[in-house]
């Protein structure tokens, strides 16, 4: 069983940056890929970034390609999600989600554990 929990949302403004972290418990979690997801009022939920177990392969939704980095350190548990030049269509709740393969998925419901969310809000 893994459990996740992010965090480092907040409000910011246009042209900023935030690092979300996502701390993993259990043994298993450095086996797993990883994305970040996110939500926006009214909208479904979607990929932002996904990550191989060992970080040798990620990827980006085409709308934060250059702008966000994804990252993990195995051996802290933890996955992290690098935003920068912040725009006000980022705002959303940000989900990290683990598979239980080695690699990420696009679709949401390949994944097998959820965080419960954090919240980023980007002002114009």
């Known amino acids: 069983q893994v459990q996740l929990v992010e965090s480092g949302g907040g409000l910011v403004q246009a042209g900023a940056s935030l690092r979300l972290s996502c701390a993993a418990s259990?043994?298993?979690?450095?086996?797993?890929?990883a994305g970040w997801f996110r939500q926006a009022p009214g909208k479904e939920r979607e990929f932002v970034a996904g990550?191989?177990?060992?970080?040798?392969?990620?990827d980006y939704a085409d709308s934060v390609k250059a702008r966000f980095t994804i990252s993990r350190d195995n051996a802290k548990n933890t996955v992290y999600l690098q935003m920068n030049s912040l725009k006000p269509e980022d705002t959303a709740v940000y989900y990290c989600a683990a598979t239980n393969s080695g690699t990420y998925y696009y679709r949401d419901a390949d994944y097998a554990y959820w965080g419960q969310g954090t919240q980023v809000t980007v002002s114009s």
């Open positions: 259990g043994r298993t979690f450095s086996r797993y890929g």
């Open positions: 990550i191989r177990w060992n970080g040798g392969s990620t």
